[in-house]
Every structure is written in C-alpha cells, then in structure tokens.
C-alpha cells in the first residue's frame, strides 16, 4: 500500500477512469460530416476491405445528438462553416473532432476565396488526417491516434468535471 | 384545429432537407414546400461546397489545372481530366498516339463502373440495402486497385496529360483488369439477384421520380438520367471521340424515367463498360513492349549527377530508370503514350538530363511564364461523364494560362430539373429519387 501516491486519486477513481478511457475508446459513434471527395475514401475505410468496424467505430451516427466524434470529410467552404459549427455545437460532451483530408487541416491547395483555410479556425480539432484524400490506411491510423488519445485523456465522468 | 370542422383547407408546410443531411450526398439543400406528406414544391439551394475550380484555373498554367479537374467529379476523375486534355488539345490541334486513345478509353471505362457502383451502392444503402452497399464497395476496391497502379493514387490521380497520359500501363495490368472486371461482374450480378427483383426496392424506385421525356430535353439532361427517360443520347455514340468509335457497344435506354429504370440503366452501362474494356485489351496496339531496358539502363539519380559533372556525350542513348510512382515514363514507353509535339510533351527523364535540347524543352515547360501556349482562341469538348456530357469550354489568350474554363458540369442541369422529379411525390421518395440522380457536389458547385 505504500506504493500508492497520497496525493491525487484515490485507487478507486483511477482504476475507473482507465475503464471508462478503455471502453471509450472502443465505443465510437461517428458523425461523417460529409461534404466532398474525401467521402468517397470514408466510405472505402468503411466498408469491408478496409473495416473501420474492427476498431469499433463502424456505425455512424447521422444525428449530432447521438455521436461521440465528428469526422469532418471534406472540403469546407465559407458557405457550409456556419452549419458544421452548428453540428459541433449540438454534439453532447465528451466529444472529439477529426479532420479528415487535408482540405479540413489547412485548406490545402484551395487557397481561394471560397474556403475555409482549416477547420481548426471555427472549431477544436483534436486528430489531423492529412492526404488528398488519406488513403484508408492513414484513415485507419489517425482513428487509433484518436483511441490512444481518448483512452490516456483526463476522463470526465459523473460529478467530476 | 379551428372550431369549423367542414373547413379542410390546408397550409402548406416549409422543410429543410439539408445541407448536412445523410441522403443529401455531399451538400446541397432542398427546400420543400408540403403538403402533408405530399412535395407541392421544391427548390434546390447550391453554392456549399464552391471551391473556385474555374477562377483557379485562371491563375495556375494549362497544365496545373489537371489536378483541380481531378475534384470535380471525384467519383470518376479520370474523365474530367482526359476530357480536360482533350479540350486544350483540341485549341492546339494535336493529335495524341492510339494506343493512348485505347488508355484513355480502359481507364474512363473502369473510372465509370466505380462511379455507378457508387450511385447505386449510396442510393440502395438510403432505402435500407446496406448489403448491396457492401458488396458494391467491394467491387469498387477491386477497380481501385487497377487505378493506383496504373496512376499511382486511388482517387486523385492527375493521370491525363495533356498531349497523352502520364505513363504507359504497368505491364501487369493487363492480367489484373482482366481478373478485376470478372471479379466486378460477379458482384454486379449479385446486386442484380438481390435488387431487381427485391419486393421493397422496386415498390420504392418504380415510377417513382419520373422525369418525362419533355422535361429531360427542356432541361437539357443528359447521361443515365436522360437515358433512363428513353432520349437515345450519348457523347460516346454521337460524337465519338478517343477511341470510342472501334469499339462495339449498346447504348441502354429505359422507357418510363422513374428510379428503377435509371438503376437498370447504370446496371447495363456497367456490363457495357466491362464490354469496351475487354475490347480495347484486345484491339490495343502495341500490347508488348520488345526493347529491353536492361541493356544500356541507369538510375536517375545516376544520370543526374553525370549530367551535372557535363559527361553528357554518352547519355543520349541511355534510358533512366525511374522511381517506381514514375514507372512506365521512360523513353520507350514515353513514344506509345505521349505525342511528340514539343510544344506540350515533357521529355522523358533520359533526355532531360540527357541531352541540351531535351532539358531546354524541359525547362520551357516547366519555367513560369514560359510553359504550354496554345493559340488565342476557344473551344468546346464534351465527354460522357457518368452522369452525363461533360463539357469543357477552354478560352486562351495566347499565354501560359488560361484566359478562361468553364465547365458544363452534368449534375448541374439534373439539378435544374430535381423539381420536376420531386413535385407530387412523398417526402420518403425524396431520399430515393436524390439518390438515384447522383449529384455529385464537386461538379455541381465547382
């Protein structure tokens, strides 16, 4: 017993977050945020070569309400920033927000007047995907970044905030 | 309700369907005026995924624009850029080799099954089939494989050229598209046996959306939409270009225009497109390349640094070889697939860093401001895209940019005329009608 810290959480409250972070992290509900030719790659990492089932995100949530993380696919352009700002807004915490090409980290060689220069200038993005589109491998790798990510995060459970 | 129950007059409700709605592929909102659960009126609001294709390609070279055209349509990007080439080709007036023809036509064939398995795996999936989603997916990964190796990349290729394509096929291919295209039949027959005659699809698809005859004309709809109305059009027939006019094919119309006739429509272009493919495989000149590149080879990294040291006099002969992404662009393969006019075709690497006159050609097209010129003047080229004729209208003012593009973009006009398939439908038709149109955000809203 004298191992244990003093200080800090107790046994009980760590033991439970890393239970909650290791079911978290294998219980997600995507919102695709579907705007354009990334989908096409979304849906090949969804579907059965690629699986997105195996690391327990496969089924996609189309109501913010219902979803844990929103996968931003696509180009956003200044017209469509409003609604996935608005999307955001609905999603009930914890929440976690992946961009997904690289259209949504920087913009990317749309640097025009018609699109938002990433969507980290409207909203908190937690995991980058970079490609043009990502090839579903690298889709495959940021969602396990994204896991690794949930699962060692401060955990926020009843009553603690 | 009012006090005066004989009074039945009813107001029409407003409803939003969209922009970030599961059914609306991509981004696009409809806004519906209903009556109960009847669609008195709807409008089409665009413009959510606008990304400047038409003012970037004012301010990039002629070449520099392939990889914007890769996005519009980006179910199916090889057409746009074969028909983006095509359309500078034609202000310039070159002629590209036949076997480059028969390139162009395999891989627009292969870059069209993966577009109508699309559209018909998302449409089917919205009425519930996430089976035949499954399994349309699973065909579409197989002809995915056949595009990244011939051009390097899954979905943004950047494959055309213009005066050609960027490299010979792999030698390997020939036996991969033949075992892909068997492999694809077969998922396309299973779709088949599991939709057509499905009791749930065809009470949801048939004459269901109709778009008559009148209405695709007067909306100037073309492709599978205008097809499926029985309007017997297509670029590919009418005006045929690449090599579309050796090759035999059956164009299929459909007599009603309701949803089911445009699935059976994209279900037989499939078997048709497999078709050409298997013809140009065979009719292909130049099926096997005889000069070994073994003999007289360098890598060129190797070359480069010969090059640079001026021991230049023995390398016009020499063929480099190249990093694997770049493989099938050595001189040999070079000849088949690129015409040879200097004004448009990079040299090889042999011969850039070979020999004076090939890295001054190089370094002509590369250079700002230098780069592809074709005359003052415009002109107008429209492919069959899978949704329809795809047109590029290309203005030049003499220099190394364009004057202007401008896309006549397929879906656009399909959405002018959404209305007239949605009106006097239910609000759960609106799902199956969108999603056997197809629209495709990229092109629509460029």
């Known amino acids: ?161 | 309700m009012t006090s005066d129950a004989g009074n039945k007059e009813t107001k029409s409700m407003l409803l939003n369907i969209g922009p970030s709605h599961p059914a609306m592929h991509g981004v696009i909102r409809l806004i519906t005026e209903l009556d109960g659960e009847t669609v008195v009126a709807v409008d089409a609001e665009i413009g959510y995924l606008h990304r400047a294709f038409e003012k970037s390609c004012e301010n990039s070279s002629w070449t520099q624009a392939i990889p914007y055209t890769d996005r519009l349509n980006y179910v199916s990007p090889l057409i746009n850029n074969f028909g983006y080439c095509a359309a500078v080709e034609k202000l310039l007036q070159i002629e590209i080799t036949e076997r480059c023809r028969y390139i162009r036509v395999i891989m627009s064939e292969v870059s069209r099954i993966t577009d109508h398995l699309t559209c018909i795996a998302a449409s089917a999936m919205e009425l519930g089939a996430m089976t035949a989603f499954l399994y349309l997916m699973k065909a579409r990964e197989f002809l995915y494989e056949i595009i990244e190796d011939v051009t390097g990349a899954r979905l943004t290729i950047s494959y055309g050229r213009i005066g050609g394509v960027k490299a010979d096929l792999p030698a390997s291919v020939r036996e991969k598209l033949k075992d892909a295209l068997q492999k694809t039949e077969k998922e396309i027959h299973e779709v088949d046996q599991l939709l057509t005659r499905n009791r749930i699809f065809v009470d949801r698809t048939r004459d269901v959306g109709i778009l008559t005859r009148e209405n695709a004309i007067s909306f100037s709809i073309t492709g599978p939409l205008a097809r499926a109305s029985g309007i017997n059009y297509d670029v590919r027939k009418a005006f045929p270009y690449f090599a579309y006019d050796r090759v035999q094919f059956d164009v299929p119309l459909g007599e009603r225009g309701d949803n089911y006739d445009r699935y059976l429509v994209r279900m037989e272009e499939m078997r048709q497109s497999i078709r050409i493919i298997r013809q140009c495989l065979k009719d292909m000149p130049d099926g096997e390349i005889n000069i070994s590149l073994d003999g007289n080879t360098m890598t060129s990294y190797d070359l480069v640094d010969q090059a640079k040291l001026g021991y230049t006099a023995g390398l016009v002969n020499v063929v480099s070889t190249v990093e694997p992404t770049l493989e099938g662009t050595e001189r040999p393969f070079q000849k088949r697939v690129m015409t040879d006019e200097k004004r448009v075709a990079l040299p090889n690497k042999a011969d850039t860093y070979g020999n004076i006159e090939g890295l001054m050609n190089h370094f002509k097209l590369i250079m700002n401001s230098h780069g592809i010129r074709p005359p003052a003047g415009d002109t107008y080229f429209g492919v069959e895209g899978a949704n329809g004729e795809l047109g590029f209208y290309v203005a030049s003012d003499g220099k190394d940019q364009p004057y202007r593009v401008r896309v006549r973009p397929p879906c656009f006009f399909n959405m002018a005329g959404l209305h007239t398939m949605l009106e006097g439908y239910m609000v759960a038709d609106i799902v199956a009608t969108f999603g056997s149109i197809n629209m495709i955000a990229g092109e629509l809203d460029r």
């Open chain 1, 1 to 161: 017993m004298e191992n244990l810290p003093s200080e800090g959480p107790g046994f009980f409250t760590s033991k439970l977050e890393a239970a909650v972070g290791w079911a978290r992290k294998y219980s997600i509900f995507v919102y695709p945020f579907v705007t354009a030719c990334c989908g096409m790659e979304y849906m090949s990492a969804a579907s059965g070569h690629y699986d997105m089932d195996r690391f327990g995100a496969g089924l996609p949530r189309f109501s913010p309400r219902q979803a844990d993380v929103l996968l931003v696919v696509g180009t956003v352009s200044h017209k469509i920033a409003p609604i996935l700002r608005r999307v955001y807004d609905q999603m009930c915490e914890p929440k976690w927000v992946v961009a997904f090409g690289v259209c949504t980290c920087t913009g990317g060689f749309y640097d025009n007047y018609a699109t938002v220069q990433g969507i980290d200038t409207i909203l908190p993005v937690d995991i980058y995907i970079p490609g043009c589109p990502p090839r579903p491998e690298a889709v495959l790798d940021g969602l396990m970044k994204l896991q690794s990510k949930i699962e060692n995060q401060k955990q926020t459970l009843w009553g603690s905030r």
